[in-house]
């Protein structure tokens, strides 16, 4: 069986934002913790062998060129290089706004997609045609899929493109298109990035993003693992060290209840209150008596 690594809006460099702060909360980095949870991400996929890797653009934050962000890029595509693991690679549109793409020196095992028009790259060992087009202006207003090529035979085709859909799911437009559009291409699946959760639709998939940068982005993080073995499937992979979730509670019994309840799978769990205002401080010191919980406001 065939095993592919689909990622999306990595955004190394990027900040958590709106954490919480009170005394006795866990200290959490709001820069370093991004870089570990793309760590931890790079890790499994090499621990685990994958075939091949496709990023579905935004690598990278704009408002962070700093040349860690560049060395952390550069480390990542050469260590899945150095492990066998080819790379497909469109950029997003916060790659278009940031110098960075420019100063990566991909290893040949990267293919980076075209901006001017889509290109089709084959992974022949593996029987896979991939067809992507980079996101190269700032606002990309225009249906980049519609121009996409059809389907090679006797191969798993797969489109990549960084693209808001038709922008229900978010607030900033990008090489907007639809469903039906993709679906016409004929592809085995799109791997698509722009939207942080993760979202299934037909035979597209968003990954989500491997870190929970804003308050909103709640639930397990990783990305999405593709598995060919006469048909096609994706599945969730969870590696961030840190998540975010809402605790949604009317009494002090359900808090300890939903703390008690929580499988924990990352280091780092950041509640955000949703109930009466007397419930926060019951609510952090059940937060001191759970390692590596807190708790936030709305």
Same mark, same amino acid.
């Given at each position: ?5 689909? &990622? ?22 709001? #820069? ?13 996929? /090499? ?28 480390? $990542? ?22 110098? @960075? ?27 896979? $045609? ?13 249906? &980049? ?35 039906? #559009? /993709? ?23 968003? $990954? ?28 969730? #992979?969870?590696?961030?060290?840190? #998540? ?35 419930? @926060? ?18």
């Amino acid at each position: 069986m065939i095993r592919l690594a689909h &990622l999306a809006d990595i955004h190394l460099g990027a900040r958590l934002r709106a954490l919480p702060e009170y005394p006795g909360c866990p200290v959490i980095d709001p #820069v370093q913790t991004a870089y570990d949870a793309f760590d931890a991400l790079l890790q499994r996929i /090499l621990a685990e062998r994958y075939d091949g890797v496709l990023i579905a653009g935004d690598l990278f934050d704009r408002h962070e060129a700093d040349p860690r962000t560049l060395a952390a890029a550069q480390r $990542a595509l050469d260590d899945l290089h150095d492990a066998g693991v080819p790379v497909a690679l469109a950029w997003g549109n916060h790659d278009a706004e940031s110098p @960075l793409p420019q100063q990566l020196r991909p290893p040949p095992g990267c293919w980076i997609a075209p901006a001017g028009a889509p290109g089709t790259h084959r992974w022949p060992e593996l029987g896979i $045609a991939l067809h992507a087009r980079s996101i190269a202006a700032r606002d990309e207003h225009r249906d &980049l899929a519609a121009d996409y090529p059809a389907p090679l035979p006797d191969v798993t085709n797969i489109g990549i493109l960084h693209t808001s859909l038709t922008g229900e799911r978010s607030r900033r437009p990008c090489a907007p298109t639809t469903s039906a #559009v /993709l679906d016409a291409r004929g592809y085995d699946y799109w791997a698509l990035g722009h939207i942080h959760q993760r979202t299934w639709i037909g035979t597209a998939a968003y $990954a989500g993003s491997p870190h929970p940068a804003r308050k909103s982005e709640t639930g397990p993080r990783g990305y999405l693992e593709l598995r060919l073995g006469g048909t096609l499937t994706s599945h969730a #992979v969870d590696t961030s060290p840190i #998540v975010r979730e809402s605790l949604t509670v009317a009494t002090e019994d359900e808090i300890w209840k939903q703390f008690d309840n929580y499988p924990v799978a990352a280091t780092t769990v950041i509640w955000t209150l949703h109930g009466p205002d007397h419930l @926060l401080e019951p609510a952090r010191e059940a937060a001191r008596q759970h390692p590596g919980f807190t708790v936030g406001k709305p």
